[in-house]
């Protein structure tokens, strides 16, 4: 059994924690990090962080999914709610941009990207890494990132081009891998071509997962991410483990003895 973190749960949207983390504390994962997406999210990602302290580890933002349905006033106080209790938490996450056009049709280009700018201002004044979503719109989330001059980002299931991906290793950043690696053909590619120290395992629980074989995913299954990169890079589960741990407890700052 290898000591694995899940950097990135939606633990907020699943109906029985208790199990998920029985269950992943059994698969060997040490930590998970919960990310929220809005501010009644947040509150219960903090909440559940609460109650599974040294095990769950809150990340707070607002995710563009969620814009198409606050006027500026709902927008505002998601922000405070942000700002006022990111100390909490070991990250701003999972914020980013959306490109998609069903996304567009609720939330401009425009209104994304100005959320965006301030919720990478407040990861900065308050030193935290951000968790970035960037579907279709990788290298303007990219931009963004670096325009905030913002130290420790990781793009989170990446799948976009090869060219930014470079641009992401060159200024130190990370990418995950998600259980997505068994199958999807564009996430593999930017997986097989990312360095493994900058390479994290998460899972997007309770996103669902496969193609043939459908299944809602939990947190113990960072150890398919696992069992993936490490076929994929031809690179024994073991190194990948404690690189990608490793690389964990440093990004996010875990107190965990590792």
């Not at 950097?7 to 269950?23: I, K, S």
């Not at 919960?34 to 599974?52: C, D, K, M």
């Not at 996103?207 to 074989?213: C, K, L, P, Q």
């Not at 990004?251 to 003895?257: G, P, V």
Request: aromatic share 8%.
């Amino acid at each position: 059994m290898y000591r694995l973190v899940d950097t990135h749960a939606h633990l907020d949207e699943v109906p029985d924690v208790d199990a998920m983390v029985d269950e992943a504390r059994e698969a060997g994962v040490m930590a998970v990090v919960a990310v929220g997406s809005g501010r009644e999210s947040n509150a219960r990602t903090l909440e559940i962080a609460q109650e599974y302290r040294g095990c769950v580890y809150p990340a707070l933002g607002l995710h563009p999914w969620e814009l198409g349905s606050l006027g500026a006033a709902g927008v505002d106080a998601d922000l405070r709610f942000v700002d006022e209790n990111i100390t909490s938490a070991v990250a701003a996450g999972e914020i980013g941009l959306d490109y998609d056009k069903r996304v567009l049709k609720l939330a401009s280009k425009e209104l994304q990207k100005e959320v965006l700018v301030q919720l990478l201002g407040i990861a900065r004044r308050h030193r935290k890494p951000v968790i970035i979503h960037s579907r279709y719109a990788w290298k303007d989330a990219l931009q963004a990132v670096r325009d905030a001059g913002i130290e420790k980002a990781v793009f989170h299931w990446f799948t976009g081009f090869s060219s930014v991906l470079r641009e992401i290793i060159e200024h130190g950043y990370f990418i995950s891998a998600t259980p997505a690696t068994e199958y999807h053909e564009e996430h593999r590619r930017a997986v097989k071509e990312a360095p493994l120290h900058r390479l994290l395992l998460e899972t997007d629980c309770p996103v669902t997962y496969g193609r043939e074989h459908r299944y809602r995913s939990r947190p113990a299954d960072v150890v398919r991410d696992l069992k993936a990169v490490s076929q994929l890079k031809g690179v024994d589960e073991a190194t990948v483990a404690n690189e990608t741990t490793r690389n964990a407890v440093g990004f996010f700052s875990l107190d965990l003895a590792f």
